[in-house]
């Protein structure tokens, strides 16, 4: 059974960094792109980067670029999510989710909160 587990959220200061983790199980993880998404209080859950099998192709949201980066390492079967100069409004859930390609998803992890706060 698919299972995607998050880890590394918490509490960030404006301007610091946070790694979040995604252990993938359940499935040939090398075979599949991932991605992380994220949902704000009272807002829709939004894409916020994805990457494809092999890492070759890499997409962010307008609003991350240049300062998240997402990687994955196959032998590990796990996807990360390097997270730097934080916001107040990167305060969200963040979901690991397995994508059938890079604009949909159909599993999803339980979510790890990240709140940027002085």
């Known amino acids: 059974q698919v299972q995607l587990v998050e880890s590394g959220g918490g509490l960030a200061q404006p301007g610091g960094s946070l790694r979040l983790s995604c252990a993938a199980s359940?499935?040939?993880?090398?075979?599949?792109?991932m991605s992380w998404y994220r949902q704000a209080p009272g807002k829709e859950r939004e894409l916020v980067a994805a990457i494809t099998r092999a890492g070759r192709d890499i997409n962010y949201a307008g609003s991350v670029k240049g300062r998240f980066t997402i990687s994955r390492d196959n032998a590990k079967n796990t996807v990360y999510l390097q997270m730097n100069s934080l916001k107040p409004e990167d305060t969200a859930v963040y979901y690991c989710?397995?994508?059938?390609?890079?604009?949909?998803?159909?599993?999803w992890g339980q979510g790890t909160q990240v709140t940027v706060s002085s």
């Open positions: 989710a397995r994508a059938p390609d890079v604009l949909s998803a159909d599993y």
């Open positions: 359940g499935f040939t993880f090398s075979v599949y792109a």
